[in-house]
């Protein structure tokens, strides 16, 4: 049973930086083809995707959000992180990591719950 | 960037069929995949592979694709299938992106 869980603060200030960690259990991410997304939504808002981090340490970013954006893995305790700085009110969503099952076309077939993360002063 | 396109909004009578469609350029060579989404919940995957359905997903739910424009289709449509709906592909340098969203109201 795949399951993946969020943490990290509920309120930051502008300009800071935000911290996420992803926890999951039921694979592995040094299994081939196997990877961890974050995906983000503000509220009333549409999906938006932010990274991918892959088996072999591969990652992809969102163009828009790249300079800002850094992903990890810990493998041994089976995490991922991501870093974003500079936060913005407009930062303000629910962050979603999520699992990505195969090579090709990524796409996300187990997500965490979510965690709101507000960004005020 | 590459963009994946979605009516804002489709309304359906329960019984009916709701069709649901997603364009983009990149469509004919990469897959598309589809979520739902209800108020206060996570994403649930219904469909990958442009027409694949995971298991647990109703019958119901389905999905095709034509040139640059994928369509999911529920059938027989349940007031419990109203839901936001998303389509979601990537580009050939693996960068993900989603579609605007599908709001599906049942009347």
């Known amino acids: 049973q795949i399951t993946l869980k969020e943490s990290g603060p509920t309120l930051v200030k502008p300009t800071q930086t935000l911290t996420l960690t992803c926890t999951f259990s039921g694979f592995s991410l040094s299994t081939s083809g196997v990877g961890v997304g974050w995906i983000r939504q503000p509220p009333g808002k549409a999906l938006e995707w932010l990274a991918l981090?892959?088996?072999?340490?591969?990652?992809r970013y969102s163009p828009s959000l790249k300079s800002r954006l850094t992903i990890t893995k810990d493998t041994s305790k089976n995490q991922v992180v991501l870093t974003m700085t500079n936060m913005d009110p407009v930062d303000t969503a629910t962050y979603y990591c999520?699992?990505?099952?195969?090579?090709?076309?990524?796409?996300?077939?187990?997500w965490g719950q979510g965690t709101l993360v507000t960004v005020s002063s | 960037s590459y963009e994946l396109t979605q009516p804002p909004s489709v309304s359906v009578s329960p019984g009916q069929t709701a069709r649901i469609t997603c364009s983009g350029d990149a469509l004919p060579k990469q897959y598309a995949y589809w979520y739902q989404q209800k108020p206060g919940q996570a994403p649930v995957l219904v469909i990958y592979?442009?027409?694949e359905r995971p298991s647990g997903i109703p019958e119901r739910f389905s999905g095709s694709s034509s040139g640059t424009t994928v369509t999911l289709t529920i059938s027989g449509v349940q007031a419990e299938d109203e839901a936001d709906y998303y389509c979601q592909s990537a580009d050939s340098s693996g960068t993900v992106v989603f579609g605007g969203g599908t709001k599906l109201t049942v009347l």
């Open positions: 981090i892959y088996w072999d340490d591969d990652k």
């Open positions: 999520a699992h990505s099952a195969a090579a090709g076309t990524p796409y996300f077939d187990y």
């Open positions: 592979k442009d027409s």
